[in-house]
Nanobody
Framework: QVQLVESGGGLVQPGGSLRLSCAASGFTFSNYAMSWYRQAPGKERELVAKITSAGIILNYADSVKGRFTISRDNVKNTVYLQMNNLKPADTAVYYC?????????WGQGTQVTVSS
């Protein structure tokens, strides 16, 4: 059974930090490129960051460059998103995504709220 389970979301003040984790199971994690997406209320889901199966970072959304860092651990089957200097505009549900050729999996999402 394929699972992507996100954790680490929550409420944080502007300027604060959070570290999201996405634990994968049920498939060969090391074969898959991993991404973080987010969706704010009333907006389309957008790509935040993407990392290849080998750990090469492909891209970040312009709005998070210099503040967010994606990484992965192919032993722990986990992908991370370190988020620093958070802004209210970062408030969204964050989703983990796995892709290998035409196969894609999604997690259920974790809520991140940035507010004072």
């Amino acid at each position: 059974q394929v699972q992507l389970v996100e954790s680490g979301g929550g409420l944080v003040q502007p300027g604060g930090s959070l570290r999201l984790s996405c634990a994968a199971s049920g498939f060969t994690f090391s074969n898959y490129a991993m991404s973080w997406y987010r969706q704010a209320p009333g907006k389309e889901r957008e790509l935040v960051a993407k990392i290849t199966s080998a750990g090469i970072i492909l891209n970040y959304a312009d709005s998070v460059k210099g503040r967010f860092t994606i990484s992965r651990d192919n032993v722990k089957n986990t992908v991370y998103l370190q988020m620093n200097n958070l802004k209210p505009a970062d408030t969204a549900v964050y989703y983990c995504n796995a892709v290998f050729f035409r196969t894609t999996y999604w997690g259920q999402g974790t809520q991140v709220t940035v507010s004072s």
